[in-house]
């Protein structure tokens, strides 16, 4: 069995399981200021509100 990663310094890490419903969600938090990034694939990918971290989208 493999270690469990560390998160790099200054991020933030939660997890959260509801193991009757079998669902759950995991957060990762970065430090404040840090840029962010994502890759939407796929025709349905059910993604939200993806289009505010665009360079050309106001905040």
């Known amino acids: ?3 469990p990663l ?3 310094e200054g991020f933030a890490i ?4 509801d ?3 079998e669902t759950g969600c ?5 430090p404040a200021g840090s840029a962010c990034g994502v890759d939407v694939r796929g ?4 993604s ?3 289009e505010i971290i665009s360079p050309l ?3």
């Not at 995991?26 to 970065?30: A, G, K």
């Open 1 to 3: 069995m493999s270690e």
């Open 6 to 8: 560390s998160p790099p």
């Open 14 to 17: 939660g997890h959260w399981t």
């Open 19 to 21: 193991e009757r419903a």
């Open 26 to 30: 995991t957060v990762i938090l970065p």
């Open 43 to 46: 025709g349905g990918p059910g």
């Open 48 to 50: 939200r509100e993806t």
């Open 57 to 59: 989208a106001n905040a």
